[in-house]
């Protein structure tokens, strides 16, 4: 007899019927291609997967425009960042912050020593040409999210070309992190994925996590003219790093010609109808180019209050440079959003009328 279970009991999610707006993954859902095929797994799973996700790879190549043996798959963006970390072994490395802290874990953890760049507040986080001044020769490696989590920033394309030339100038490997960069209708005129696959010094991580909201299956990938790089990579990590499940998802995720359309409609509306209704409460919204906004408050007890009125939003002092006055939320569908502002209402309505 098959036992029974509930399963959320294998995820993350705890079943405590919070609207989760601290996870930033594509509002959407699962893509229905990669629903349609869910069913064809049982013929499948009992077989080892390609280890060089070659299928898969192909079909990024073809998308991207690069070539198969420049692509390399892995567990997650994650994965891939501790790869490549103990494949490189930096000494040295620049961080620009705020940003994802697992740079800094996987860089520890090699002892390296991190530069920490900082944006400023007042420039609403956005990166400028001072930052070429942190980038000196001493350094081995440097880290850049375009666009950042969890500001949403975007690098301007032509800063961008100069910090890819003065790593170059300088012999430091700079790691663009893209992971949220096709929430961006216009991705094409930002991505550097092209540019990655012609160059030794540069190399690109992206993930079908927040784009495709595939997070359960663990699917990344990177891209760099290095092949001794990814080769190395290689190394670190298992050969069967990709399972079966998610390469079949992340296959039927490129194949979905529709999908992306119906995140830009809902996204650019819904990101916008947000700051627009955020921007009522005594908050300090900073404007963003990805499914996230950032916002300052007074009230550092604002996450518990909002938990405890059945909304999760991502606490920020875990960013280097952020403290407890800062929160992100996911921008999601139009009634979860309603009610994150409707649960606002309430609680600076409290606070007034105390």
Known sequence: MIPTFSWQSITE?????????????????????VKAQLANLADIAGVYPDPNCNYLSSCLSEKYHVSPNHILCGNGADDLLYRLVFAT?????????PTFEEYNRALELVGCEIHHYTVREENHFL????????IKADSDMMFLCNPNNPTGQLVNPLLLQEIIERCQDNHILLV???????????????????IAALS??????????????????RLGFCISG?????????????????????????????????????????????RKW??????????????????????????????????????????CSRFYGLGPEYCRIAVRTHNENIALIKILKQIYANEVGT
């Open 13 to 33: 999610n705890t079943g405590d019927n919070h609207l989760d707006f601290s996870v930033n993954i594509n509002p959407l859902g699962i893509p229905d291609s």
């Open 89 to 97: 072994n930096p000494k040295h490395a620049i961080v620009v912050e």
């Open 127 to 134: 990166l400028d040409k001072e930052v070429l001044s942190a």
């Open 176 to 194: 663009v992190d893209e992971c949220f960069m096709e929430f961006l209708p216009s991705w094409k005129e930002y991505t550097v994925k092209e």
């Open 200 to 217: 030794k010094n540069l190399i690109v991580i992206d993930a079908f996590t927040k784009t495709y909201s595939l997070a359960g299956f």
């Open 226 to 270: 290095n092949t001794n790089l990814l080769s190395g990579m290689r190394l670190y990590g298992q050969d069967f790093a990709v399972s079966t499940p998610a390469q079949l998802a992340g296959i039927c995720a490129l194949m979905d010609r529709s999908y992306m359309q119906g995140t830009y409609h809902i996204l650019s509306s819904e």
């Open 274 to 315: 947000l700051l627009s209704e955020l921007q009522k409460f005594p908050l300090k919204v900073y404007p963003s180019q990805s499914n996230f906004l950032l916002f300052q408050t007074a009230d550092k007890h604002i996450r518990q209050k909002l938990f405890e009125k059945g909304i999760k939003v991502r606490d």
